[in-house]
């Protein structure tokens, strides 16, 4: 099979203009299982949106960097709520759909080559902090964030603990953190390149942010063990 950058952005655009599937989006993981993606979720309208990113979204303040915003769901959500909002996006495909889906202010943006300007929330949702990718990762884009906030700024974020994976499928942990995952896109035969992905649980969430001097607060969790955290730097 050829190697093909953003099959991820092939999807989405797929779906844009046929408005169905026509091909799965295949994920493949480091923990040895394959899923199809429906590429669908990407495009949910509010009524969509689960009770956990409607209470993220609710919880937004001021001017808005939604990092990871895809093909602008959040972001449509948020402008459409009045709110001043960034969609910040590094797939130049997602910011084309955005674009023609009406989100006025798009930044196609690696998040941690982007600067200069200040906000008072910081969104990540869908776990959008997977883009840290591992531990001194989610250390950095913790570092980065505080360049990016105002004063009163704070992050709103997802992330689950994954480790029934492991007890519920009788996958082995690896070597590293078992939250630390490798993913690779698949779309009409095309495989994407590899990049890994970061989960969280709540324990090492906490730990690393208190010593990174930030105030953490778990919002709400489901059954899923997914859960909704607003941190703002101690002050």
């Known amino acids: 099979m050829t190697t093909y950058r953003d099959v991820y952005g092939e999807a989405l655009d797929d779906y844009f203009v046929h408005q169905e599937e026509k091909f799965p989006l295949i994920l493949h993981t480091s923990y040895g299982d394959q899923d199809e993606m ?3 979720v990407f495009f949910r309208a509010a009524e969509d949106f689960p009770e956990l990113e409607f ?19 959040h972001s449509l959500y948020l402008q459409e709520k009045g709110f ?16 023609q889906r009406g989100v006025q202010n798009i930044i196609c943006a690696d998040f941690y080559k982007f600067n200069g300007q200040k906000y008072d929330t910081l969104l990540f949702l869908m776990n959008g902090i997977g883009i840290a990718e591992d531990i001194e990762g989610f250390r950095n884009l913790l570092m980065h964030s505080k360049q990016l906030l105002t004063e009163k700024g704070q992050l709103l974020f997802d992330s689950s603990d994954i480790s029934y994976l ?6 082995k942990k690896p070597d590293h953190y078992y939250g630390e995952i490798q993913y690779q896109y698949e779309y009409k035969g095309k495989k994407g390149n590899l990049f890994k992905w970061l989960y969280l649980d709540q324990n090492l969430l906490i730990k690393i942010s208190h010593d990174l001097g930030w105030v953490v607060q778990i919002l709400y969790e489901d059954e899923n063990d997914q859960y909704l955290v607003r941190m703002e730097p101690k002050r």
Not at 55 to 73: E, P
Not at 84 to 99: G, K, P, R
């Open 166 to 171: 492991y007890k519920d499928y009788n996958i």
């Open 84 to 99: 001043d909002v960034d969609a910040l996006e590094i797939s130049q495909t997602a910011c084309h759909i955005m674009q």
């Open 38 to 40: 429906p590429v669908e």
């Open 55 to 73: 209470i993220g979204l609710s919880l937004c303040d001021g001017r808005v960097l939604d990092v990871g915003a895809g093909v602008g769901g």
